[in-house]
């Protein structure tokens, strides 16, 4: 592996500027920093459905919140300590998004993009009427507790931060991994011809409900650090509009790794930076959106020739 | 049986109001292939101008029938105009570009538009005077039907109609059609396919206006973020009678109003969105293109 090449250069500096970072950072900007590295991983996530498997998923808040409502509730009310609670607030949303997704897969793009933000607010409006009597309602659950591992609390901010990192290493990995794989080849091919794709022999829906399966974990992965982070989850936090946050993420920054960061860093952290124009900050913001795609149609850093999503190409 | 009926008359009116809406997100989707996300907030900004316009300039000594026409025309006139800014600086020059560019810059577009009625009118809840109209409900039967509620009804018949027949049996119309089929075939067929974008674009806005207004009329409050929950209700209308079918947007509407009222009637309103969208996901796995959408062989 060389380690000269511009794009191995970048990535050494971006390891090592998140590494650093807790050093430089203040309370409230490390919160910010552990939040970028989650919804990194959750852009990632999203990408895997959107950007390589060209579906048009606009409720990925849908998995996050189950990802983290699960961790939650085994934490509240089953006492399982919360960092054994990490592989059910995988599975769990991996089983739902094969459930929920199977029966609408074969919708075409923006049939399939509206069914998906429907189940997001049908999963919003459960959590908030409290149906199970588990879910806390309106409030959402609390006071969940402090993660340890061999007796040492990684409660800190600086710990859940770390923490993010290694998440967000992890996710890269199997990211570059789906795409030497086979099924990330399939997924890759059907993106870019479906019909032709079936007709040699590949079971594109398997396929597809894979990505689903495998985004929705990976974000019910981000639940769990969110659900850490804030000692909470509330149903606020896994809105419609947070779907779009995402969905978003994907398309402004492009369908790549330094995209999708690139994507987060524009659609959360700037409106941080600029939280101090308060009322002005969306208003801006949303003209920041329309410019960035007139700007930059495809992402800023959109995927590589040979890598191109399908939704970038024109019906 | 009488929740039944008082159900369904105050469905029908929340009904047309969504079959209005939807109608702009119909016609655009049909002739842009693009979800217009900013269409719910134009519809919003319309009930605020309405409101600005009558508190300003007209006022309680109006007669209030020759003020409500003023306040439809040039409210309509306004959010058309709102409209074609839209289309020119969020669409246009994303027309050739991949097809959720145009999405999240919609997106965008409707972020500006909610926050910028926050900007200018604040973000507390603001109310339609209430002797704007005559506050008569007449009782048939035991069923309460007001004068708002009826003419809200009587004024989408007609508006519909005549939308109908404009699309159907006029030569614009005829371009309009030809043009959400295919655009370089129209172009050489000599139709002027940006002028037939605008036009569209002022028609789905003014009718939006008209939706805005009416629900500032009957509900009176309205605050600069009910855009999105309307929006997304005309939207899911839309869908649910196919999108870019125009009859199926009117259909899809008056379908869901009535459903959600008969929801609020019979089981709670606290449900209502989680089984509207259940509704729609089930009638998209039964039908994948709508109620009235036609089935696209794909391309090959």
Known sequence: MKFTDKKSIGYIVFITALLIYPGFADSRWLAVGSTFLIFSVVGLSEDIILGKGGMFNMGHALFFGMGAYTAAILNKFFGMPILYTTPFAIIVPAIFAILLAGPIIHLRGDYLLVSTIGLNIVFIQLVQNDLFGITGGPNGIFGLDIPQVLGIDLGSPTAVYYTGVFVLFLTFLIMTNLDRSKPGRALHYFRLDDLAAKSIGINTSAYRLFAFALGAGIAGLGGVLFAIQYSAVSPEAFNFMQSVLFFSIVLVGGSSIPGILIGTFVMFVLPEIFRDFATWRYFIFGFAMILAMVLRPEGILPAKFGKIPAYMKKE | ?300
């Not at chain 2, 119909?26 to 508190?55: C, E, P, Q, R, S």
């Not at chain 2, 109006?62 to 969020?90: H, Y």
């Not at chain 2, 009782?139 to 509620?149: A, W």
Request: positive net charge; aromatic residues 12%; without cysteine.
């Open chain 2, 1 to 300: 049986m009488d929740t039944f009926f008082q159900q369904l008359v105050n469905g029908l009116t929340i009904g047309s109001i969504f079959a209005l809406v939807a109608l702009g997100y119909t016609m655009v989707y049909g002739i842009m292939k693009l979800i217009n996300f900013a269409h719910g907030d134009l519809v919003a900004m319309a009930a605020f101008v309405g409101l600005t316009i009558y508190d300003r300039f007209l006022g309680p000594d109006t007669n209030s029938f020759v003020s409500l026409i003023l306040i439809f025309i040039s409210t309509g006139i306004i959010i058309a105009f709102a409209g074609i800014l839209l289309e020119r600086i969020a669409y246009k020059p994303l027309r050739t570009a991949p097809r959720l560019s145009a999405v999240v810059s919609a997106l965008g577009a409707s972020l500006v538009i909610q926050n910028g009625i926050m900007l200018i009118w604040g973000p507390r809840m603001r109310f339609f005077p209430t002797d704007i109209l005559p506050s008569t409900t007449w009782n048939i039967g035991g069923i309460h039907v007001s004068f708002i509620q009826l003419s809200i009804l009587f004024l989408s018949v007609i508006i519909m109609a005549g939308l109908i027949f404009f699309i159907d049996k006029t030569r614009v119309g005829t371009a309009i059609r030809a043009t959400s089929l295919d655009h370089d075939a129209s172009k050489l067929m000599g139709i002027n396919v940006n002028n037939i974008i605008t036009l569209v674009f002022i028609i789905g806005t003014f009718l939006g206006a008209i939706g805005g207004l009416f629900i500032g009329l009957y509900y009176k409050g309205i605050t600069f973020n009910m855009g999105w929950n309307y929006g997304l209700y005309a939207f899911v209308a839309a869908i649910i009678g196919g999108i870019g079918n125009i009859p199926g947007a009117m259909v899809g509407g008056l379908l869901l109003g009535v459903f959600k009222a008969l929801i609020a009637g019979y089981v709670s309103s606290v449900w209502a969105d989680a089984l509207t969208f259940a509704l729609l996901i089930s009638i998209l796995v039964v039908r994948p293109t709508g109620i009235m959408g036609e089935r696209v062989a794909e391309k090959v």
